[in-house]
């Protein structure tokens, strides 16, 4: 299949079922998403609590075998793809040549030279040309709109989906996934997620989508499941710290900068953007990216200037009222002699500077599930 195009709104297989649930549908990435079916503080707090379902399936999945395909995604990617085991998933990124994050995504192995890359919806189409651009001596096949992609997020989860299951979820490991049965549909079922929250995310054909979607929804009612939007989303993975392609991380920012300099091995050999990562690594970076706890009234946004003392030393990236926190939370990028935790700063927020406090991120880590 080739890369899907543009032109109008695109709608996943569940358009219809977001409908009758009452969601509240936005454009998001070039496509008709829930922003929310009840409300996004009542969303948020179930996912944290309990359980929430969300449809992803707008984002990109592509698919690379043959022969060469480990080499390709050393050479492409800046994580070290040869230490997954068949089942193990990476979070890695792609970088052009000054080292700038084209795209944040996870890469699978399924098999022997077979890997599936999981990438951002809006960047889907950019990623496939940009990978073809590199000539991979091995198939890259994009399986976006053949794909359907549910995420059953938060602490009842595992028990909610142990119901439509026979496999041994307790011991599936975290960024690990299996292939099988889930309500009769064939799945592969991974340990991921993007709310901070245990979960699991399901990549099933497209036309199973709402059966599956709908079965879930049945059997997780009596654990308080319910349907999630992309705003309650955004606010779960703001909460847990986790970068928005777009907002924390982009084309003109690197991993280093990002704070992301555990998913660059620089002991592999070539890959796209080394040079220049390995030259800042060397330097002296300019900027980082921190965490922001407001400490007076107003909510951060995206394009906030972040001041010291009236001077404009950053910018936000991403803001938001945290719901698990009670306060308004940001992430920004700052000179990098702002970055200490500890250090008093001012938002500006409809012309008038507001108090903040650089924190450590996350601003929210949940309690590990034992057993």
């Known amino acids: 299949m080739q890369p899907s195009g543009g032109g109008e709104l695109k709608r996943t297989p569940l358009y219809e079922a977001h409908l009758a649930l009452g969601a509240r549908m936005v454009e998001f990435a070039g496509w008709l998403m829930p922003v929310q079916y009840t409300g996004i503080l009542e969303e948020h707090r179930a996912v944290r609590e309990r359980a929430g379902l969300f449809d992803i399936s707008h984002m990109g999945e592509m698919e690379l075998r043959g022969k060469g395909a480990l080499r390709f995604l050393q050479r492409a990617l800046t994580n070290d793809a040869s230490r997954l085991a068949t089942g193990q998933a990476q979070y890695t990124l792609l970088c052009n040549h000054k080292g700038g994050v084209i795209d944040d995504l996870l890469v699978y192995r399924r098999g022997e030279e077979r890997y599936l890359l999981v990438v951002n919806a809006a960047n889907t189409g950019k990623d496939y040309q940009w990978l073809s651009g590199l000539e991979p001596d091995a198939e890259l096949v994009d399986l976006s709109m053949d794909t359907a992609l549910l995420a059953l997020q938060g602490p009842s989860s595992q028990d909610i989906l142990c119901r439509l299951t026979s496999i041994d979820l307790a011991s599936l490991s975290y960024y690990c996934s299996i292939e099988g049965q889930v309500g009769g549909v064939e799945a592969l079922i991974s ?52 970068p928005l392609h777009g907002h924390e991380l982009d084309e003109t920012i690197t991993p280093l900068e990002a704070g ?79 970055i200490e935790e500890g250090t008093e700063l001012e938002v500006l927020i409809h012309g008038r500077p ?15 599930r034992v057993g």
């Not at 390995?278 to 400490?295: K, P, S, V």
């Open 354 to 368: 507001r108090r903040a406090r650089v924190v450590r991120l996350p601003f929210y880590e949940r309690k590990r």
């Open 260 to 338: 992301l300099t555990r998913f660059v091995d620089f002991n592999k050999a070539d890959f796209v953007g080394k040079e220049a990562l390995l030259q800042q690594r060397e330097g002296t970076l300019e900027r980082g990216l921190i965490g922001l706890a407001m400490e007076e009234a107003g909510i951060p946004r995206h394009g906030y200037p972040i001041l010291s003392k009236g001077k404009e030393v950053g910018g936000v990236t991403s803001g938001t009222y945290s719901p698990t926190l009670n306060r308004p939370i940001a992430m920004g990028y700052v000179q990098h002699s702002y």
């Open 191 to 242: 340990r991921t997620g993007y709310t901070g929250e245990d979960g699991f995310e399901l990549f099933v054909p497209w036309e199973t989508a709402p059966d599956l979607w709908r079965r879930i929804l049945e059997v997780g009612k009596e654990d308080g499941l319910i349907p999630v939007g992309l705003g309650a989303r955004d606010t779960l993975r703001l909460e847990a710290a986790m």
